[in-house]
């Protein structure tokens, strides 16, 4: 588990983003919440699922997907090298869709070492990846993993921290507190920052939680809120924070 001392320091932590299909206005929302919310000893925090992998699942693949693995892994890295521009030094969580290149190498019976770093097959130096972080703050330990249950409050208190967050589940976005006679805590979800018209979330249509596009920012002394990306009726950010 990555320990992080963020006492005194503001959090960003960003949801679901599986490059190249993230939203048209994912950048451009995240750019305006870092001019608005942060200062330059921010720590910023990735859930996981950075990059999709479509064209590499396990799963059945939709024959009218426009790109190969090769297209989709270089508008991926495309889209992740704009994210770096904006946040250079990042922390991430390993994720089902972003270990994808790592689970396809143990399938195939590869030894590790024949397989280059996400740092070097993104271009992020100054990115970090870990299965487990836990975030110090003035508040108490927050805990961050990429998902492991949907069940609103177990993981927080299985942790036994102040606060926990989790991405992978897209249709949740919310922070719920639990009190108790000894420890006020919460237990958050946040969302995802994902392009739903895309096909590659075809699988998700009949669902009924839809997506819900925004990220949490964690204050100083370490209270949690919820950054909406609020969007007009043809699913474009309307360039507004709240």
């Known amino acids: 588990m990555k320990r992080l001392d963020a006492k005194g320091r503001r959090i960003l932590i960003i949801p679901d983003l599986h490059a190249p299909f993230e939203h048209p206005d994912a950048f451009k929302f995240l750019s305006a919440v870092k001019e608005k919310y942060l200062k330059d000893d921010s720590l910023i925090i990735n859930l996981g699922d950075e990059i999709d992998g479509n064209q590499i699942s396990f799963h059945d693949k939709d024959p009218d997907m426009p790109f190969s693995p090769c297209t989709e892994m270089e508008k991926a890295i495309e889209s992740i090298q704009e994210l770096q ?4 030094e990042m922390h991430l969580c390993t994720s089902n869709h972003g270990s994808l290149v790592y689970r396809r190498q143990k399938a195939a019976g590869l030894p590790r070492h024949v397989i280059k770093s996400y740092q070097d097959i993104l271009g992020t130096p100054k990115w970090h990846w870990h299965d487990e972080i836990l975030v110090e703050t003035k508040m108490g330990p927050i805990y961050l993993c990429h998902g492991k249950t949907s069940s609103t409050g177990k993981l927080v208190k299985e942790m036994g921290v102040y606060g926990s967050i989790q991405g992978h589940y897209h249709g949740k976005q ?5 009190s108790s006679a ?4 919460f237990d958050a979800f946040g969302g995802a920052l994902i392009n739903v ?7 998700g249509k009949n669902h009924l939680p839809k ?4 990220c949490i ?3 100083k002394i370490g209270y949690p809120r919820i950054i909406r990306m609020i969007t007009n009726k043809d699913d474009r950010w ?5």
Request: hydrophobic share 55%; net charge neutral.
């Open 182 to 185: 000894l420890q006020t805590r």
């Open 197 to 203: 018209q895309s096909k590659a979330f075809a699988y």
């Open 174 to 178: 919310q922070i719920v507190w639990l």
């Open 217 to 219: 920012l964690i204050s």
């Open 238 to 242: 309307i360039w507004e924070l709240p």
């Open 211 to 214: 997506p819900l596009l925004g």
């Open 85 to 88: 521009d904006i946040f250079p």
